[in-house]
């Protein structure tokens, strides 16, 4: 059974650029959170995805958007970067059901 | 606005002996998780907590929760070199009108954990 997958592993932008992270779910869970992690610091909530609707955003500016499709897959969009958009981006899945959090292995994002 | 606040931030113990990482919380939760990462990898779920006086165990950890003092506790047991990471305590609430599912999960800083021989 995959767990929670995320692409691509690791990126380098420049400041301004778009950059678009993916994830896929583990099996069975329907929702999608992503979170960013600063270097040292513990995750902070950027919004959650049910049924293709955006239902919980965190305080994040509207540069971060995203995108759940048919299938649970999400997508994180991250507009004008900044240097401090620099972290780790991380995907977290849960269902109903089972409402734990699990998390994908991250996206390293370098704004230089 | 929901806090969560471990201490320590940091912690050096020394194989064999035991010590405990505290989380509080400043408002009511409906769950409360722990969390270990190591370093450059992702988040490993370890324990929830759901109740008032729930325990859980794992080997050499073992997780309590008191939700009228809200606080958490994560006991470690005979430390051991593997143990070494920062384990994160999180607090998740439901979400109103989305009949009880889990909304965001707030966490804290973290407590780095390094235990030398």
């Known amino acids: 059974d995959a767990g929670v997958t995320q692409s691509p592993t690791h990126l380098i932008k420049t400041r301004g650029q778009q950059v678009t992270l993916r994830c896929s779910p583990k099996s069975g869970h329907d929702t999608v959170s992503w979170y960013q992690q600063a270097l040292g610091q513990g995750p902070q909530f950027i919004f959650q995805y049910y049924e293709e609707e955006e239902r919980q955003r965190g305080n994040f500016p509207d540069r971060f958007s995203g995108h759940q499709f048919p299938n649970y897959s999400s997508e994180l969009n991250v507009n004008a970067l900044l240097l401090g958009d620099s972290a780790l981006y991380l995907c977290?899945?849960?269902?109903?059901?089972?409402?734990?959090?699990?998390f994908g292995p991250g996206t390293r994002l370098l704004v230089l | 606005e929901l806090k969560v606040e471990q201490n320590p931030l940091f912690l050096s113990m020394q194989e064999g002996k035991n010590y405990t990482i505290y989380c509080n919380y400043s408002t009511t939760s409906d769950r409360l998780y722990w969390y270990r990462q190591d370093p450059g990898k992702s988040l490993e779920s370890l324990f929830v907590l759901l109740s008032n006086g729930a325990v859980k165990q794992e080997g050499r950890l073992m997780a309590s929760l008191d939700t009228k003092a809200r606080l958490s506790t994560l006991h470690i047991t005979a430390a051991v070199h593997d143990l070494s990471a920062t384990y994160f305590c999180?607090?998740?609430?439901?979400?109103?009108?989305?009949?009880?599912?889990?909304?965001?999960?707030?966490f804290g800083k973290g407590t780095k954990l390094s235990v030398k021989p």
């Open positions: 999180a607090v998740g609430h439901k979400l109103a009108g989305y009949g009880g599912s889990q909304g965001n999960l707030i």
């Open positions: 977290a899945s849960s269902s109903g059901t089972h409402q734990t959090q699990y």
